[in-house]
């Protein structure tokens, strides 16, 4: 005889199976929470390796496709060089070599042209900073001279607070100094380790880059086997449009601060502001952060010019407003476009959450991110509604009231209507459209039932009275 089993059996006992082994999960994740992060954090700091390699091979791959497809393949075209297979690969070593070459080229040269200049920024900084301090005093001394009500203000706060810095100083500051130290040590070799990190990557970037159409074709296979066909296109075309937005918005923003830098020493230079460089600099890194990089690199840039000179200040504040209206305006627009598709709220809203959630790191990546997630829930929404046969376009919502039968009744006409159908509750005459209105009907009719019922049943106990009364008389 053939044993059977029915396929059905299978799939619960696998649904009862993965059901137990996601509430064992669930009940160890929440009483093991500091242990599983200990795991990830120890699994994420081995693999920051990989993860560091593959940023990187992102990062070039856009340089790589540039002179291997704008550069090497048409000269071996003009060469007769026949591309097959032994052929594609030289002339992929070739254009790693170039885009390595290219990338360490660029780089020596904007750190040769700028550290030196840095450097002795920083000098004249620390040599003359005595000076610096004594014309900021004498700068102080004559404001308060000048306003006594301003100097008598200053004494007062100075003479609180002066105790409470000394016992800090004493007290908290100095007994903590091998605590920093040891903080600091730490700190130099967490960067040795993450150099080294990266050396590791970006030997790992150069695999990936020489077999990048490999892998993506494996993933593309990996996706294809674990979903249907239209799901995995979905997914791919998915991917593709994160793609699009992330490195679209990314690479536009590295151009827009680098163009924000060099108009910045350009003017500065002109207004003989001190440090400019150095300036130009924090200004044009800072850029990259969308909204608040420039209000943070323009505020220590102020501190530094203030110690030197008051006025120069000033005229920077204006020069960096002027400049920041002038990116905001116009030569954001005009590189970025419409990359994210995000209104001002909403970019405010990422950048304050993924500020607050990963630091720095997530100020500049959360735009993007938003504007991904963003973009997958307004397609979930617009699927929903093209499903109801509604439209997705949100002007048809903007003035919308209710909609009944297809057709969209405005704002006033659905009130007017919806009070007309609070009115006529009690005459029953007309169902009420509102969820409140129906709930308090509901209750107002609960309320009106048991009214109903004391009543009669006040009724019948005065009539049972007067039966009594009556047959009392008769006896």
Not at 290 to 317: D, E, H, K, R
């Amino acid at each position: 005889m053939k044993f059977h089993i029915d396929k059905k059996y299978i799939h619960w006992g696998l649904t009862i199976f993965a059901v137990i082994a996601a509430s064992i999960l669930f009940y160890y994740l929440l009483f093991n929470r500091e242990s599983f992060s200990n795991g990830f954090h120890a699994f994420f700091s081995i693999a920051m390796p990989i993860l560091d390699g593959l940023i990187l091979a992102y990062l070039l791959t856009p340089v790589l496709n540039g002179v291997e497809n704008r550069c090497l393949i048409p000269l071996c075209k003009r060469c007769n060089v026949e591309m097959n297979g032994r052929n594609k690969k030289k002339v992929r070593a070739v254009s790693i070599l170039l885009t390595v070459f290219i990338v360490g080229y660029l780089i020596y040269g904007f750190f040769s042209m700028i550290i030196p200049q840095l450097v002795q920024s920083i000098q004249s900084i620390i040599l003359q900073f005595p000076i610096y301090v004594n014309n900021l005093t004498i700068w102080l001394q004559k404001l308060l001279a000048d306003n006594p009500d301003i100097e008598a203000a200053v004494i007062e706060v100075m003479d609180t607070y002066s105790g409470e810095l000394n016992n800090f100083l004493n007290l908290s500051l100095l007994p903590k100094m091998n605590e920093v130290i040891r903080s600091i040590s730490l700190s130099f070799l967490s960067f040795i380790m993450r150099l080294w990190n990266l050396i590791i990557g970006f030997i790992i970037s150069i695999y990936i880059l020489g077999s990048k159409e490999l892998f993506a074709g494996q993933a593309k296979k990996i996706v294809y086997a674990l979903f249907e066909t239209n799901m995995a296109n979905a997914i791919i075309s998915d991917v593709r449009f994160t793609h699009r937005t992330f490195s679209g918005f990314m690479v536009g923003k590295v151009i827009d601060s680098i163009i924000i830098g060099i108009i910045c020493f350009l003017g500065t230079s002109m207004m003989g502001t001190p440090y400019a460089i150095l300036v130009s600099v924090i200004v044009g890194i800072t850029n990259v952060i969308p909204f608040f990089g420039p209000y943070l690199g323009a505020i220590p840039s102020t501190l530094l010019i203030l110690m030197v000179n008051p006025l120069q200040c000033l005229y920077f504040i204006i020069f960096i407003l002027a400049l920041q209206q002038f990116d905001g305006n116009v030569l954001g627009p005009k590189i970025l476009g419409d990359s994210t598709g995000l209104s001002g709220f909403w970019v405010i809203f990422s950048i304050t959450l993924f500020g607050g959630l990963f630091g720095v790191l997530g100020m500049i990546v959360g735009v993007p991110v938003f504007a991904i997630l963003y973009a997958g829930i307004r397609a979930f929404i617009n699927q929903l509604l093209l499903q109801k046969k509604l439209p997705t376009d949100t002007s048809h919502y903007l003035n919308v009231g209710s909609i009944e039968k297809g057709e969209f009744i405005p704002y006033n006409k659905a009130e007017s209507e919806s009070e007309l159908s609070a009115n006529s509750v009690e005459s029953g005459k007309q169902k009420s459209k509102s969820i409140i209105h129906n709930f308090f009907r509901i209750e107002k009719a609960d309320k009106n039932e048991s009214n109903v019922i004391s009543a009669s049943e006040g009724n019948a106990a005065i009539k049972g009275e007067e039966d009594i009364a009556e047959g009392e008389g008769k006896q």
